[in-house]
């Protein structure tokens, strides 16, 4: 803050260089949580696989349109994802067919997701109104509850 409660210049640019990092990064999670929504598609049925593909094509897709408050599903969907198919991944043996080479597709594009979530926990904390007096503690809780809630979506 500049002198008076104005936000000066250097705060505007900083402010809209954050702005420009998150868009960058909510596109990025967003296309590969598409691409690994359509890829797992194909795989058969475990759990509740076709509903979190259906789920995280949707998100993915208002992620893409610009809505802010869908990055932290997307995160958690992509951590859903992983929980759904990195096991299964483990237990087949890796012999060239399409099933395998879309599990491992699949993982591989949801990392981005999973990866982001400490990037996404202030802006969780900003979505529920806590604001900026618990931004310390929502960066490090909200990827902990991101994750706890992806391994509940994923068990159903």
């Not at 696989?49 to 992509?78: E, F, K, M, N």
């Not at 604001?131 to 929502?138: D, E, S, W």
């Not at 991101?146 to 979506?153: E, H, N, R």
């Amino acid at each position: 803050m500049g002198l008076f409660g104005k936000i000066s210049s250097a705060d505007a640019d900083r402010q809209h260089r954050d702005e420009l990092a998150i868009r960058r990064l909510a596109l990025v999670v967003a296309i590969t949580g598409l691409l690994a929504a359509l890829v797992s598609l194909p795989l058969p049925t475990l759990g509740a696989s076709p509903d979190v593909s259906a789920i995280l094509a949707i998100i993915a897709v208002a992620v893409i349109a610009g809505h802010r408050w869908a990055l932290p599903l997307l995160c958690v969907l992509d951590g859903a994802m992983m929980f759904v198919w990195a096991p299964t991944l483990y237990a087949q043996s890796p012999v060239a067919n399409l099933e395998y080479a879309c599990l491992l597709a699949t993982c591989l594009l949801a990392v981005p997701g999973v990866v982001s979530s400490m990037r996404v926990g202030p802006l969780l904390g900003e979505l529920m109104g806590l604001g900026n007096a618990f931004r310390h503690t929502t960066h490090i809780l909200a990827p902990v509850a991101l994750v706890i809630l992806a391994m509940a979506i994923g068990v159903m």
